[in-house]
């Protein structure tokens, strides 16, 4: 669990955090909602040799500000996050396994939604104000800690709805609930609207304008920035945006670009909402050129979890083709996502960038996910986390800059003890080639097209032979099918994790085949 400062541990860790360099580095988390490893026109799967292969997905999209990114820094093949969004958000805000955080589900602003069987202890609460947070730190560091878009940290009446709460100095659209009431300015963002409860909060200067929400949320961004440049402080800017996040509202802008693709009517909104997203980051990069903070400015480009396309079931190959799965699965589809690491103007004579070049258009195979940035993050800025928070993160430094990096996790723990939202009652545990499923009640009655598991508890694969999980063997390979079971029961208990229960309060762990 969470661990929370007070009285003199505050003040000791405030004495340790000021130990900051002199030049600080601007950072950059630019989250987008539901984007999956597939959804941009940067191929980020690899072949046998770690290069690059595209597919027709790659053909769809069209992100020529992702391309942009990547020439000129690092991106993963191999980077995960949680599958659902409200669990990888807190991950990525307090360095913590969702197992560990306990939100390991998406948090509904108005009731708790644990499930049937979902365990009593989750955090449906969320972050509150006493918690240890990467933005609370960085602001003790000297930071203007900015958050723009998507929060989704709490549910309404808890102190996790409001950004401002958890270390942010400023909020701009950040609030309780994780999907907008609309993406369009003549629907003042859902305000007055049958998705009211979802009104993207603090734009009312865009309500009845042509401005695409993506579009209102940069303006705002280039703002904050502007604000924090003047004060001559450096800044951390949360930019977390709801698209492509449902409702598929299309994007005007873009919409011209896909209407001959032979894709649905959602398809093809959903890609002018990456479109459009891409359009926000190069309007950023170009904007930190225009001020001069190119230089200074680190940027980490990432989704919360597996693609919501609309183009399958999320079981099968389809949205993330040729991965299996899409957000919420067990999956690699619905858990790989995409990351990039780059510098917004890459320079061999820069201060702030010594001790942290990142090499150009290069691709990283080594695993890693989104507990990794709150170390990274913090070591960037010149610190590190307070002794007594207990951090499942490591810092990517070795691996942004090129070297190898052993002592860098090849695993990987992600815990859903939730039903119902498409897969139901799943932990997963990666390491290295080997992927082993557990799930809790295979035999749960479905319903909306939830799944039941003919194969029974386990599904075990090794990605190395067979990276889009075609087949089973659970049956085929007992031996490691045990040794995999008995490391995720290892690596739950580390991480304090809570668990189903039966209709008798009974605790329904992990078992050994």
Request: hydrophobic fraction near 35%; charged fraction near 20%.
């Amino acid at each position: 669990m969470r661990i929370s400062l007070s009285g003199s541990l505050l003040l000791g860790l405030l004495v340790l955090l000021s130990q900051a360099p002199a030049k600080q580095p601007n950072i950059v988390v630019f989250l987008v909602d539901d984007m999956g490893v597939m959804d941009t026109s940067v191929p980020l799967l690899t072949d046998d040799n770690g290069q690059a292969q595209r597919y027709p997905l790659n053909d769809y999209y069209q992100t020529p500000s992702m391309e942009r990114l990547a020439a000129q820094g690092t991106r993963f093949n191999q980077f995960y996050a949680m599958s659902v969004c409200s669990p990888t958000r807190i991950s990525i805000l307090t360095g913590q396994n969702a197992a560990r955080h306990r939100t390991t589900n998406w948090i509904n602003p108005k009731q708790d939604n644990g499930g049937k069987y979902g365990p009593p202890e989750w955090n449906w609460a969320g972050l509150n104000q006493q918690d240890v947070t990467l933005p609370r730190l960085l602001a003790s560091l000297g930071y203007t800690t900015i958050h723009v878009g998507k929060g989704h940290f709490g549910p309404e009446q808890h102190e996790g709805a409001e950004p401002l709460n958890l270390g942010f100095q400023t909020n701009v659209a950040g609030a309780a609930f994780g999907a907008p009431g609309s993406y369009y300015g003549k629907q003042n963002y859902g305000h007055g609207t049958q998705r009211a409860h979802h009104a993207v909060p603090h734009l009312e200067a865009y309500h009845g304008s042509d401005t695409f929400l993506t579009e209102a949320l940069t303006i705002e961004a280039k703002k904050c920035v502007d604000n924090a440049v003047q004060k001559e402080q450096p800044f951390f800017l949360y930019f977390a945006h709801y698209a492509v996040h449902a409702p598929f509202d299309s994007d005007p802008r873009f919409a011209d670009a896909y209407r001959d693709s032979g894709k649905p009517a959602n398809a093809q909104a959903f890609a002018t909402l990456i479109e459009g997203m891409d359009k926000s980051l190069g309007d950023m990069l170009d904007h930190f050129e225009q001020l001069g903070i190119a230089e200074d400015t680190l940027i980490f480009f990432l989704g919360d979890n597996g693609s919501d396309a609309p183009l399958g079931h999320q079981h099968a190959v389809a949205c993330a083709a040729p991965l299996r799965g899409k957000k919420g699965a067990h999956y690699e589809g619905g858990m790989r996502v995409p990351f990039i690491a780059a510098w917004a103007a890459p320079s061999e004579t820069s201060v702030v960038q010594q001790g942290w070049k990142i090499p150009n258009g290069r691709i990283e195979t080594h695993m890693a996910s989104v507990m990794d940035l709150f170390p990274t993050i913090l070591e960037l800025a010149g610190s590190q986390a307070p002794v007594d928070h207990p951090l499942d993160g490591h810092s990517l430094h070795r691996l942004l800059t090129g070297e190898q990096d052993e002592r860098h996790p090849k695993t990987f723990l992600m815990h859903y003890p939730h039903a119902p939202h498409r897969s139901n009652y799943f932990t997963v545990y990666r390491d290295g080639d080997w992927k082993v499923v557990y799930h809790t009640l295979p035999q749960e009655p479905t319903s909306g097209g939830h799944i039941q598991f003919e194969d029974g508890n386990y599904e075990l694969f090794n990605l190395a032979e067979d990276p889009f999980e075609s087949t089973n063997l659970a049956s085929q390979q007992p031996a490691r099918l045990r040794q995999m079971m008995q490391a995720m029961i290892t690596a739950l208990g580390d991480h304090q994790a809570v668990y189903p229960i039966d209709a008798d309060g009974n605790e329904l762990r992990p078992q050994l085949p």
